[in-house]
């Protein structure tokens, strides 16, 4: 039985400052059990009592002040369709479909005020004439100073730039200005208040003719957009497509209605040049947010939009806050992309809360992929997204040849390189026809997974069917539901004793290369070569100049760069990637390889991939050697069927972290109870978690499934019943609905 719970924590008036400092309120009678988390009331407030609107943010069993002396909420309030309101709400939301406390998914939803200085705004002015720049540029860009050559590009792109816009977005230091400023190629003006960052350039857009394919996707959502029946779309096209160009005929007809968009990208996407595209077709009605930003900047674009000074928001999963007044299009580009998944709590996914945001705003929701995820891909199969195509590139070239080596063979011939004799041939080839290259290290995910290198057999979880992780210890283990066994000696399908994962790091690729072809220039690109944003530009802008044959990297170097000098991929080991411990691992390999094989021949030569596998049959390798997404969707749908995993069946996972093995084990097995006592739910574990003791914390796992999302959410809030006379400063709970990846 639980306690009834009839006081309510109440915030006067919606920020975040305010949150820390709510105020208590009891629920009478009349009221009892139609007051929610995020219900909008009336309170007596102050000395004079005079009745104020609030927000609840909390429920409580019991007053924290002399019960006698706390008010009364006196009605619920009629919810308005203010910003204000729609992010209370979308709070309410997210605490309750993620876990959380109220104050957490606040925090989310809501900016940080903070007040900014005003500072005074400066205007950084080109000097020189445009071949003196250009001879500049050039320089610069022998010299490596890549930051000069940015400074240096957008000069000539445009004459006069405000100073911020230069440190913040294009990276470049104060040093690097004044050093140009000393030199005569620019000065430095302090002008009046100005907001836009940049300034609308003349060739105002809208001059592409749309393709047929744009045209007619463009015609069918615009038509649902103006008669305020507005859905949930999908573009499904190549890198190249044309697909933003879709997004920015679309946005400027949400403007011309007077409504606001939203474009959601993946931080990394969030280039210069994308930026520029937007800028030169909106003006000053586009804003910028991203992680750069201070809080008292992001504040002050919350203001903007709320005031109306913007129309469109661009950046990644934050901007989907944005409290623009009259939301018309949510754009989400790239949606397949993991980090629209929050990795802190509530850890929520943004195309989830986009969808629920377009629903209750009435706005239009448009995802864009190359390869959509199996989520939405698998809603327009069941007409709760349409679906749209764009199949041309339209910058031409097309896509590559692709060979796939088997390691096995490759081993089996004495060749125990880690580049196949097929790699080796045509990298030779381009290097004598002075063309570039691209390999690619498939590390995502890599989990110490255990496989063998003469027959390709992984070692998986006779249960889950996931690959088991190797431990310290010598013992292999299943994330999902803890079984274990001792890490076996030789290779249990073919007695080979070659058991190992791949372990090259792109270090090693770099100098295994050197011996192969001496005088090979390179360059590498990972996370440790990749600290900050700016070397990340560097490289793949060195890269592009051609001051390197080939450029080594993680998955990095697969996401929509575009090199029309590259006319060969290599991808080292496909398999990496399948070999992680998690049911996304062929989703997430077949991405991988589908967009690594579309970096080759986006120029006028055709080019060629080579994966390299031990796994050649695994159809997540197969399907993107053929490109061939239906097939790919249609396989791993069966697998994720079987398996009761997301998107046909979901899967919550109960993290319990606790000082003491006794106590983290005791709430673990509570939770699992209340879990296994409800009906159709599938509960796994409680199992330890992989690495059972991190930094002097001790870790258990839940994993509960059941086809119909709501029941999880449900059950969630029933666990958080229980953890409320739970002391957190002991053992602590984090949820994570439909995990993206599992730890
Ligand atoms: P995606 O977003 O699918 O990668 P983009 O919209 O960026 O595709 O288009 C790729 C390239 O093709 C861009 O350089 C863009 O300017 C160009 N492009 C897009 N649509 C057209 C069109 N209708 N006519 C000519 N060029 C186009
Ligand atoms: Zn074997
Ligand atoms: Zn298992």
């Known amino acids: 039985m639980t306690e009834e719970k009839r006081y309510a ?33 009336m309170v007596p407030f102050g000395k004079a009592n005079t009745l104020r609107k609030g927000y609840v943010v909390g429920l409580n069993a019991h007053s924290s002040y002399d019960p006698a002396m706390t008010k009364d909420i006196a009605s619920l309030a009629e919810k308005s369709t203010s910003a204000e309101e729609r992010s209370l709400e979308m709070a309410a939301f997210l605490r ?16 940080a005020k903070v007040t900014v200085k005003s500072i005074e705004k400066k205007q950084v002015q080109a000097l020189m004439s445009r071949q003196e720049l250009y001879s500049l540029l050039a320089e610069a860009e022998r010299k490596h100073q890549s930051a000069k ?31 140009l400023e000393r030199s005569g190629a620019l000065r430095i003006q302090v002008t009046e208040v100005y907001r ?39 573009i499904f096209g190549i890198t190249g497509s044309g697909k933003t160009e879709v997004y920015m005929e679309l946005i400027a007809r949400t403007i011309a209605m007077g409504k606001q968009a939203i474009v959601l990208i993946p ?23 991203n992680s750069t930003l201070s809080a008292g900047e992001k504040y002050d674009q919350c203001q903007r939009a709320k005031n109306g000074e913007i129309d469109i928001i661009i950046g990644p999963r934050s901007a989907l806050f944005t409290p623009f007044p009259n939301l018309g299009l949510i754009v989400m580009d790239e949606e397949h992309e993991s980090s629209y998944k929050s990795e802190t709590t509530p850890k929520y996914h943004t195309r989830e809360v986009a969808a629920h945001l377009a629903e209750i705003t009435g706005a239009g929701l448009v995802l864009g992929s190359a390869t959509p995820s199996l989520e939405a891909y698998e809603a327009t199969r069941r007409g709760d997204i349409r679906l749209f195509r764009l199949t041309e590139r339209l910058t031409g070239g097309e896509l590559p040849r692709v060979h796939t080596v088997d390691l096995r063979q490759e081993l089996r011939s004495g060749n125990r390189s880690i580049f196949s004799r097929k790699l080796q041939e045509l990298l030779a080839d381009r290097l004598n026809k002075g063309e570039q290259a691209m390999l690619f290290l498939n590390r995502r995910g890599y989990a110490g997974f255990l496989s063998c290198r003469e027959c390709g057999e992984v070692m998986k979880c006779p249960h889950c069917d996931v690959s088991l992780s190797e431990h310290y210890g010598g013992r292999l283990q299943c994330h999902y539901c803890g079984y274990e066994i001792p890490r076996p000696a030789v290779c249990p399908s073919c007695g080979s004793k070659y058991l190992a994962a791949f372990k090259a790091g792109t270090e090693q690729i770099e100098e295994k290369l050197r011996q192969l072809f001496p005088g090979v220039r390179t360059l590498r690109m990972d996370r440790d070569t990749v600290r900050t944003k700016d070397s990340y530009e560097k490289i793949l802008s060195a890269f592009r100049s051609g001051e390197a044959d080939v450029l080594i990297g993680t998955q990095m170097i697969v996401k929509g760069h575009d090199f029309p000098k590259v006319t060969l991929v290599g991808v080292l080991a496909a398999d990496l990637s399948l070999g992680s411990n998690d049911y996304r691992a062929a989703e997430r390999t077949f991405q991988l390889l589908t967009q690594a094989v579309g970096r080759a021949g986006r120029g006028q030569i055709p080019g060629e991939a080579v994966i390299q596998t031990y796994q050649p049959d695994h159809y997540a390798v197969k399907f993107a050697a053929e490109q061939d997404y239906e097939g790919f969707f249609e396989e ?26 006794e106590g983290t084990s005791e709430l673990a097995k509570r939770l699992a109870n209340v879990l296994k006592s409800e009906e159709g739910m599938r ?28 029941r999880l959410a449900d059950v969630r809030e029933q666990l958080d019943l229980l953890l409320r006379e739970w002391d957190p400063r002991n053992e602590m709970v984090q949820f994570d609905f439909d995990p993206v990846n599992i730890l």
């Open 149 to 179: 050559a940015r400074l240096l590009q957008a000069l000539l792109d445009q004459e006069s730039i405000p100073y911020e816009w230069i440190t913040g977005k294009l990276g470049v230091s104060g040093q690097t200005i004044s050093g």
């Open 96 to 111: 309750r479909n993620y876990g959380g406390t109220m104050a957490q998914a606040l925090k989310v939803v809501l900016p």
């Open 196 to 234: 836009s960052p940049v300034k609308a350039t003349e060739e105002k857009a809208g001059e592409l003719t749309l393709s047929r394919g744009q045209r007619e996707i463009v015609e069918a959502i615009g038509r649902d957009l103006q008669e305020e029946k507005a859905g949930k779309y999908l």
């Open 636 to 661: 791993e749908l069966l697998y994720r069927e079987l398996g009761g995993y997301p998107p046909v069946s979901h899967l919550l996972v109960v993290q319990v972290f606790g000082k003491t093995e």
């Open 267 to 289: 931080e990394i996407a969030l280039t210069y040049q994308t930026l520029m595209r937007f800028y030169q077709r909106f003006g000053d009605r586009v804003s910028v947010m």
């Open 9 to 41: 924590d109440v915030i006067i008036d919606v920020s975040l400052e305010k949150l820390d400092r709510p105020f208590g309120y009891h629920i009478p009678d009349r009221l009892n059990g139609k007051i929610d988390l995020g219900s909008c009331v």
């Open 683 to 710: 509960v796994l574990g409680p199992a330890p978690g992989t690495i059972a003791k991190v930094r002097d914390q001790f870790r258990y796992a839940i994993y509960v499934k059941h086809d119909d999302p709501q």
